[in-house]
């Protein structure tokens, strides 16, 4: 970068932070326990049918 010239990174960036602080109403709530207890429950389904088709 030269010096004495403002790149904007920051200004750029503002805008992201504002982003994603804004809390959507209409988004997907998911909780977090729920992602992993699903992760779970597809490798175990995953171990059970590769030990079915051996």
Not at 5 to 24: I, K, P, T, W
Not at 31 to 38: E, H, Q
């Amino acid at each position: 970068m030269s010096s004495g010239q403002n790149s904007g990174g920051l200004m750029s960036s503002a805008g992201l932070v504002r982003y994603f602080d804004a809390e959507d109403r209409n988004s997907i709530r998911i909780d977090p326990k729920t992602i992993v207890a699903f992760g779970v429950l597809f490798g175990v389904g995953v171990l059970v049918l590769n030990a079915l088709a051996i």
